[in-house]
């Protein structure tokens, strides 16, 4: 287990003795909730984990800079404890504008079922990162995660001296060196259990079946980096978490266990198809964005997961517009349902609670594993 | 942890005070050699890994009958501990016969390449099941798992009577209902990390992109039955035995891990490939054999993976002399490299020598883990 750099005084901080952890001084549990940008991770989400001791995370992606800033001030005002900011990294521009148009006229028909159109794909591809570092450099938060790519040495270097954690999200060993040589603090090792966006730096069809399940990456990662890591996909047991901490792991990682969360802002009909017995399996799917993200299959993705281009986030800002009319008609056969491949044990309560119970299950998980005697 | 039905009087035991594991008395060490169709798993494998503490398996899948029965009476010469013998299932037909000949037609340019035929496909389904259950049922070994579907009541009955323990493969929580309704005394759950076949129940192209990753399916699996899970898919050093462990399993299975070791009798060719920097994914593919199965990515997988028809075995049938004339002719390329998600960390050590490491890396990261203090 590797110690966070010394240099860094950790602006918040508590100790719970003998928690041999490297986040010891971020929270008392090894719980992370996810980021979800999209509207689940609501102020009032991040406060209630972060109060429990666990590290609850705001997800700046799709917000605007400011939009992001209200709700830093929002946590702030809720809770002195530390928490995180997830930024998405801007994108190359390399997709093929005639794919994305071929895409627009496959969707016509689902713009007319929905009576709305579809949307513009000439938007920003740099979700404000520019703006966005600047107000967290102005006024740092306890902790940056990155997700789409690797920031510079220079972004991380200046996380360093506000005093910031950082964290880059990895789904291969080759991008956990990218993270290690750009000087991050840590890295969120995600597996392709989990629910959402697969934060791969660049994304890439060829390589669609080649990603690695959690457990694997987890021991891949820590062979190739001296990182911390988080791991992240699937996990929505204590039980889980016990075992991503004994494959080496210094925290869990869980989203969808969270999403269904009160003070969860996922859309309600989302929230109740996690545990709809009409979708039982999840897939990764460029239907609704342009970059490979896990939701519960439904009409939408089965129609066009399997022609949708590589271009994000083009097919974002195209099907944004489908997405909000399919919810407002009560349709989840169109809404993007995104959900980790554990979404039917999701459990249905307030944050603190869920908190109390994943830590009541780790401490099982962990007595009855050293129970099991001498082997 | 669920205990082994009480009635059955284990034939050879050992006991290791202070273990709880519900396997105790089938080998000391939480660790099962993988049975692996095709080859890699020897007598010598076998028995080596059952001497060094751990449960060795013979692959009865693709031997005749009396082939399998010559392993086991090699391997009761080799060790007096307890060991397993795996059986495929019998397939159904529901192949599509001309989809089968149009794959012909695909690979006759292979076929020319290496200068060899095509296999004819209407080989048996069977894989001469019901001539080895006699052999089994009649000559009883410790325990005898299944791969590719679920057998009947009737026959767990039978080996129940004759003190065989039954293990049934599963990848999904429906799977291991189905095999806990037909009375096996565990199952082995599969993640798809796994090298080689995926053990699922029925081939079903529809969810080709649904498969569970390994720590996601041991908790859905636990919640689903009541019985000991074996945990298989990726695991390749003693920290991810660990993690399974403490999720809830009883023993790890490893394949890729022991098909490296000079006791294994897969071909040169796919030992070294397994830590070749020319291959650095692993994919599911029904290339060779017409169900899905994780392998290298090499040139045959590229090219003949994505339109290769859900025909089982038919398909394997159809490869296998083209797949021999690969190996003779010194030509990985054209090999079905089975090779699981963590194939970049095999160690070639004799058997017994990994079966120390592994115990070895797997009480350090149980300290470890315990070291952690009060969560």
Redesign the interface.
Known sequence: ?QAWPRHKAPRQTWH??????AFTDLC???IVQAPMAGGASTPQLVAAVSEAGGLGCLAAGYKTADGMYQEIKQVRGLTSRPFGVNLFMPQPEYADPAAVEVYRNQLAGEATWYETQLGETDGKRDDGYEAKLAILLDDPVPLVSFTFGCPTREVVQAFDRAGTRTVVTVTTPEEAQAAQRAGADAVCVQ???AGGHQGTHRDNPE?D??G?????L???VR?AVQLPVVAA?????G??I???????ADLAQLGTAFLVTPESGAQPLHKQAMTNPLFV????TRAFSGRPARGL?NRFMREHGPYAPAAYPQVHYLTAGLRKAAAKAGDPQAMALWA???H??ARELPAAQLMEVL?AE??E??A????????
């Open positions: 287990m719970d003795a003998g928690m041999s952890s008392r549990y090894p597996g392709i259990e390589t079946s080649a690695l399940g959690l457990l694997s987890i021991t891949q062979e996909g699937g996990l929505m047991r039980g889980q016990a075992a991503v901490l004994a494959a080496g399996h999840t897939e990764l299959v980790g491949q554990g039917r044990l830590v780790l401490d998980a962990k009855a594993f050293a129970a099991r005697g001498a082997e």
